[in-house]
């Protein structure tokens, strides 16, 4: 495998584990009750480019953010780490992340599924830690290839949720988790030993 596509393969992997657009479905479409078709559609269109969009702007504008505030790498894989552990563990004990939201419908793309539910502090954090170790450049095209799936996952969360049901999407949420929770002890390690 090339440096190219193991890069890419690796930060899409890490995203596409962060973002848990699976684990997401059940909330959407709770979120979502009473939409039409196309107002469901429209809503996850909207929700995985806004998504996307913040991802985009960590990525390329996340290390000057660090510099500004006088933030060490390290110091960052630390805190970075801890979040995404206390996310993982949300994930892996089945306990719900996000909390009771009252929104109008036009807004639920917005808020909160575009943030914080697909691109909440766990998600931007590993956004950033990703361009540290790949560039801006693959990691910039691991998110965008990661909005299109969380864009088609939501779009036929129907179809999803009718094929592996809400003991599969619970399952693949606690594997998905597991496997945060080993990177974001990986990320902890990094910042402790300076890599």
């Known amino acids: 495998m090339s440096s190219f596509s193991g890069d890419f393969s690796l930060a899409f992997l890490n995203l596409f584990v962060m973002l848990n657009a699976i684990g997401t479905v059940p909330i959407f479409l709770s979120l979502t009750d009473g939409s039409s078709p196309l107002e469901r559609r429209e809503i996850a269109k909207k929700s995985a480019i806004v998504a996307g969009s913040i991802v985009l702007v960590f990525i390329f504008l996340g290390k000057y953010i660090l510099e500004f505030f006088h933030i060490k790498t390290e110091d960052f894989f630390v805190a970075g ?109 990094r910042g402790i030993t300076g890599f």
């Open 81 to 189: 780490g801890l979040i995404l552990l206390i996310l993982a563990l949300d994930f892996t004990t089945g306990k719900n992340v996000v909390r009771s939201y009252t929104v109008k419908k036009e807004e639920l793309a917005v808020v909160p599924l575009g943030t914080p539910l697909l691109a909440g502090p766990g998600t931007i954090t590993m956004s950033i830690i990703l361009t540290y170790d790949y560039g801006p450049f693959i990691t910039a095209l691991a998110a965008i290839a990661n909005g299109v799936i969380a864009w088609l996952i939501l779009k036929y969360s129907d179809l999803v949720i009718r094929k592996i049901g809400s003991s599969g999407i619970n399952a693949a949420s606690r594997v998905l988790g597991l496997l945060l929770a080993a990177i974001a002890v990986s990320m902890i390690r």
